[in-house]
């Protein structure tokens, strides 16, 4: 088993930073990609940002330059820095995670998704 957790959603005003974390924990052998990717109400789910494990990073165009991904190999986790957020950026967001598991099976993991609001 293999658990995905989020942290860091709120409410911020347009301008404002969030930094998102995502943790991984469980039967795990190794982390491939790892990204976010986010949901606005009536939208489909779309990727934000992913990282591969030796780092190089893809963002949507609509972040780039505003958001920064990163990772932390050792203790399989990913971050989100997000800054000069704007209403449009308003979504819940979405870890995921793929994962090769101790039995050797490759699957995608996702989190439970945590709000974001940008609002004044």
């Known amino acids: 088993q293999v658990q995905v957790v989020e942290s860091g959603g709120g409410l911020v005003q347009p301008g404002g930073s969030l930094r998102l974390s995502c943790a991984a924990s469980g039967s795990i052998l190794r982390i491939n990609t790892m990204g976010w990717y986010r949901q606005a109400p009536g939208k489909q789910r779309e990727l934000v940002a992913d990282?591969?494990?030796?780092?190089?990073?893809n963002y949507a165009d609509s972040v780039k330059g505003r958001f920064t991904i990163s990772r932390d190999n050792a203790k399989y986790t990913v971050y989100l820095q997000m800054n000069s957020l704007e209403p449009e950026d308003t979504a819940v967001y979405y870890c995921?995670?793929?994962?090769?598991?101790?039995?050797?099976?490759?699957?995608?993991?996702w989190g439970q998704g945590t709000q974001v609001t940008v609002a004044s």
């Open positions: 990282i591969t494990t030796g780092g190089s990073t």
């Open positions: 995921n995670v793929e994962v090769l598991t101790t039995m050797h099976y490759e699957y995608d993991y």
